[in-house]
Each structure stands twice: as structure tokens, then as C-alpha cells.
């Protein structure tokens, strides 16, 4: 039996997707300027992702698995199976009840 994540839409919402972004911001140390300019996009369109109002399209997306190292699979599904080791022992699992208040 498969253990259903808490959070909303099984980890695929916009605001599931806006808090994963939120988390590798912080691994990387980044201020929203600066991962914006790093993964190519204008810091409005970062603050929407970041919002939950809007979700990176599949470029962006790309544009982030390379640059960061994270897979499209867990930017999209949450999914930290294929994640770099060293970002996987950086990054939260948000999977879990209260993963976000974790530091």
C-alpha cells in the first residue's frame, strides 16, 4: 500500500511545486533575485512560482534541473529518488507532516 503524502494533490499542486522551489532557494543560499537570474527567469515570474500562482512550464523547469541538479520529478511530483546526494541531505522532505518547519 502506497503512503499517501499530506500535501495537497499528492504533492503536484502549485503551492506543493512553490514549496519545493522555496526549499532550493534556501539549499543554494540564494536570495529570489539571484535564483531567478540563475535558472533564467525575471524575478516577478519567480515570485508567481514562489506565490503558488503559477507553476514553472516545462523550459523552466529543465532550466532548473540543470542548473540546480534536482530532477523534474521532484520539482513536479516531490519525488527524491533520483536527487543528487548532496542536495538530497540539504533539501527537507516536505513529504512529511511539518518538513517545512525542519532546519
Same mark, same amino acid.
Given at each position: =500500500?502506497? #503512503?499517501?503524502?499530506? =500535501? &495537497?494533490?499528492?504533492?503536484?499542486?502549485? %503551492?506543493?511545486?512553490?514549496?519545493?522551489?522555496?526549499?532550493? =532557494? %534556501? &539549499?543554494?543560499? #540564494? #536570495?529570489?533575485?539571484?535564483?531567478?537570474?540563475?535558472?533564467?527567469?525575471?524575478?516577478? &515570474?519567480?515570485?508567481?512560482?514562489?506565490?503558488?500562482?503559477?507553476?514553472?512550464?516545462?523550459?523552466?523547469?529543465?532550466?532548473?534541473?540543470?542548473?540546480?541538479?534536482?530532477?523534474?520529478?521532484?520539482?513536479? !511530483?516531490?519525488?527524491?529518488?533520483?536527487?543528487?546526494?548532496?542536495? %538530497? &541531505?540539504? !533539501?527537507?522532505?516536505?513529504?512529511?507532516?511539518?518538513?517545512?518547519? %525542519?532546519?
Amino acid at each position: =500500500m502506497c #503512503k499517501k503524502s499530506p =500535501m &495537497a494533490d499528492g504533492g503536484r499542486s502549485n %503551492a506543493d511545486i512553490a514549496r519545493r522551489l522555496s526549499a532550493l =532557494m %534556501a &539549499a543554494l543560499g #540564494k #536570495k529570489q533575485v539571484e535564483f531567478a537570474s540563475l535558472i533564467g527567469v525575471t524575478q516577478p &515570474a519567480l515570485n508567481n512560482y514562489l506565490k503558488g500562482l503559477r507553476r514553472p512550464d516545462i523550459d523552466v523547469a529543465i532550466s532548473i534541473q540543470t542548473r540546480t541538479g534536482v530532477t523534474l520529478d521532484w520539482i513536479y !511530483l516531490g519525488d527524491r529518488s533520483g536527487l543528487p546526494v548532496r542536495l %538530497a &541531505a540539504e !533539501l527537507p522532505d516536505l513529504s512529511s507532516p511539518g518538513a517545512e518547519k %525542519a532546519g
